[in-house]
């Protein structure tokens, strides 16, 4: 950037051995007289210290003359003048291209901001840059948003104008300090629509408070900009933390770890009941989460999946066999004989269903056992899969129609295969339990 | 985490025609048989669908072991049994040093235990050895995990498990279509007088 470049040396020269408030003052006051001398009323009333640094003043007068040149000129465009060496004089040459009462207010507060900036550089203490805070807030947030509004007009027509003039401003801009959140959104606005001017007005209303919290930040981010020689955003280093050395082999180390301890997050979600915090326990509740899948699937596929293939074959079959014969073939191919009762069960559930819902339930109740829809039943064993181990696996029960219309053995043979499960596991009161597909 | 849509419409077609070239029937087939050809067919169906993974490749060369499946698989998988048993390198670990983590983990390790005064049993030697088991239990059940390291291998058992959630899921979906439709043949067929007034899916 090279305004900024050229700015900074030069204003850090005039500054260095300068007290700040001074310099401060020696500003307004050179902006006062500037003011007198246009006939408009300096914002600032406090009548400063002394005038008496005469190489800040030198410099500063000595580039007016070129600054007065320009005044004669209406143009609106932000002309820096190729021979300005000082952001001063560039300020001053841009002040006057608008030529209205607002912009002086507007360059004041650039110029003060330039100084705060410049102060952080040199690593100015914060109070200072507070009390230049309070004097632009003193100054009258009102003066200041009237003299930023119309601001962001003349950069919009300048941007519009030539090539070079918005770069010039913007590196105006950049050299006032891109990390005061003034000149921020300046930037951001200036070279929007017009209608945008009441945004930044807002901003800049906004920002003087909290530029004072903002100054550390800021200045911090300046101190390692300008320190890394202003090669865009500060590097992030990798730091060791305390106690740890920062050769590669344990830099490698914490990486591995790092990655290990992501997919551990990962799998975390995935697996239910996973809330554990260690290794170990995370690792076993994972292997017991494997073992319910492959078991479920080992489960489904004994059940009549492999019908789909027969579907018009077997519903032949199952008629000729009579509804209690089909759903015991099926069933009793799961069950292996080992829980003929609960298809006898299964049976009867069926056909209270189709006479009545309440009876059947009631049935079921008796037996321990209850309805619930699939969804839940899902939930529940994938919930309950860690504690049951083989868990449940949730069956099938067609719905029954409000009308009666029954559920019949296929699904009863589902939920054999369910129970063959719930046999095999150890859980007593955990009996099967059937679903009742919720559609 | 989801297993994609892709997969498991890529899981549904496979096992679909799975079933029509395998014949699965009850006539023929006892129990035994019939249960270990759907899973089988489902185990194929997923590790086709997923595509090329480390577990996928291990599961496939699993169901590779007998020759009667052999056979069927290459017949479901066409050219992509080749690529999927093709002999995968050890490209995909991070190329590492064995020498240099070996020497870093004993220098870590040592360090460890100096730091913690020797006390009658090493708490951090009972944890790894914990942590050891069961890492050993894990790879055991992740198809083609026996060569992996912790990394990775906690990566494939990530991947198997939301394959294994999305397998058993669609079965079981399937399972009620299969249900549904046949409960409306039969009630069609048996119970003329009732309607089948019945949402599958």
């Known amino acids: ?439 | 985490m989801q297993a994609t849509k892709s997969f498991e419409r890529a899981f549904l077609r496979q096992l679909l025609r799975v079933f029509r070239l395998s014949a699965v029937s009850y006539k023929s087939m006892s129990l035994q048989e019939r249960k270990s050809a759907i899973k089988l067919s489902a185990d194929v169906a997923m590790a086709s669908a997923r595509g090329s993974r480390k577990w996928t490749r291990g599961l496939i060369a699993k169901l590779s072991e007998e020759d009667e499946h052999r056979s069927f698989l290459r017949l479901i998988l066409g050219t992509e049994y080749e690529r999927l048993t093709k002999p995968c390198h050890g490209s995909w670990k991070i190329p590492r040093s064995k020498k240099i983590v070996r020497r870093s983990l004993r220098v870590c390790s040592r360090r460890k235990n100096n730091l913690r005064a020797p006390h009658g049993v090493k708490s951090s030697v009972l944890a790894r050895t914990l942590v050891e088991k069961r890492t050993h239990a894990l790879k055991r059940l992740v198809p083609g995990g026996e060569s992996l390291d912790g990394y990775s291998l906690l990566d494939e058992a990530l991947d198997y498990v939301i394959s294994l959630r999305a397998q058993a899921d669609l079965m079981q979906k399937l399972l009620t279509t299969f249900e549904a439709s046949k409960l409306s043949a039969l009630s069609k067929c048996t119970l003329p007088e009732r309607k089948a007034s019945f949402v599958g899916k």
Request: charged letters at 15%; a negative charge; proline letters at 8%.
């Open chain 1, 1 to 439: 950037m090279q305004p900024s470049n050229r700015e900074m040396p030069g204003m850090a020269s005039s500054l260095n051995g300068i007290s700040h408030t001074s310099a401060a003052a020696a500003a307004h006051v050179a902006l006062r007289e500037l003011q007198n001398g246009h006939g408009l009323q300096a914002p600032f009333d406090h009548a400063g210290g002394g005038v008496g640094h005469d190489d800040f003043l030198d410099q500063m007068l000595s580039n007016l003359p070129s600054a007065w040149a320009e005044l004669g000129n209406p143009r609106p465009a932000w002309v820096p003048p190729s021979d300005a060496p000082t952001a001063g004089q560039r300020l001053f040459s841009a002040g006057r291209a608008g030529e209205s009462a607002e912009e002086m207010q507007y360059d004041e507060s650039l110029l003060l901001a330039n100084r705060l900036r410049q102060h952080q550089i040199s690593g100015g203490s914060s109070p200072t840059g507070e009390a230049l805070m309070l004097q632009l807030s003193r100054s009258g947030q009102q003066q200041m948003l009237s003299g930023l509004l119309p601001l962001p007009l003349t950069l919009g027509s300048a941007g519009s104008a030539d090539s070079p003039n918005p770069t010039g401003g913007d590196g105006l801009y950049n050299g006032f300090g891109g990390s005061l959140q003034l000149a921020e959104s300046v930037n951001q606005q200036s070279f929007h629509h017009p209608q945008s001017a009441p945004m930044p007005g807002q901003n800049f209303g906004a920002a003087p408070p909290a530029a004072g919290a903002g100054q550390t930040p800021a200045a911090s981010t300046l101190a390692s900009a300008s320190a890394g020689g202003g090669s865009g955003p500060p590097r992030q280093r990798v730091r060791a933390r305390r106690g740890q050395a920062t050769d590669p082999h344990s830099i490698a180390e914490r990486l591995r770890r790092e990655r290990i301890a992501e997919r551990m997050k990962a799998l975390q979600e995935l697996v239910p009941n996973a809330n554990k915090t260690d290794k170990a326990s995370m690792l076993d509740e994972i292997i017991d989460y494997v073992k319910f899948l492959q078991l479920q699937v080992k489960v489904l596929s004994m059940s009549r999946l492999g019908g789909a293939a027969a579907v018009a074959p077997l519903v032949a079959d199952m008629a000729s066999e009579g509804q209690s014969g089909a759903g015991r073939d099926g069933a009793n191919g799961g069950a292996a004989g080992s829980s003929d009762s609960l298809t006898v069960t299964e049976h009867q559930v069926a056909k209270m269903m189709e006479e009545d819902m309440g009876s059947a339930m009631q049935y079921l109740q008796g037996k321990g056992l209850c309805l619930m829809p699939i969804s839940l039943a899902s939930a529940i064993s994938s919930a309950t899969a860690g504690h049951l181990g083989h868990g449940l696996v949730p069956g099938v029960l067609p719905p029954p129609n409000p009308s009666g219309d029954a559920p019949s053995s296929p699904g009863v043979s589902a939920l054999t295969a369910q129970s063959t499960m719930a046999a095999e596991a150890t859980k007593d009161g955990v009996a099967a339990s059937k679903s009742l597909s919720s559609k």
